[in-house]
């Protein structure tokens, strides 16, 4: 069992940045490949970003040379810095954890916060 927390959320201008944390507990971010989702009103879950035990990162195109996703093992949290934002990116966001390979399919993860809104303003 893992439990995360989100926080960092915000509103923010069209061109800004902002960094989010997902703070874990129970278990090590260490042992679970990482995500980062996003769902917009009246979207479904859209995928932003993993990375795996071994470190290594992938990226949804929306977000590639944008978005980075980085992990402190020592400090058992996962992060995304996000810049150059835009409006589109608004979205409640959130980070989830699962034992088996990357994937970008939401259903795959086994455990996830309750997210963090993030606000972006022309």
């Not at 035990?53 to 590639?64: F, I, L, N």
């Not at 995304?80 to 994937?103: F, I, N, W």
Request: aromatic fraction near 12%; charged fraction near 15%.
């Amino acid at each position: 069992q893992v439990q995360l927390v989100e926080s960092g959320g915000g509103l923010v201008q069209a061109g800004g940045s902002l960094g989010l944390s997902c703070a874990a507990s129970g278990r090590t971010v260490r042992w679970y490949t990482m995500g980062w989702f996003r769902r917009a009103p009246g979207k479904e879950r859209q995928f932003l970003a993993a990375i795996t035990t071994g470190s290594s990162t992938y990226y949804s195109d929306a977000v590639k040379d944008r978005f980075t996703i980085s992990r402190d093992n020592a400090k058992n949290t996962v992060y995304l810095q996000m810049s150059s934002l835009k409006p589109e990116d608004t979205a409640v966001y959130y980070c989830a954890a699962r034992t088996g390979p990357t994937t970008n399919a939401a259903s795959l993860y086994d455990y996830w916060g309750q997210g963090t809104q993030v606000t972006v303003s022309s």
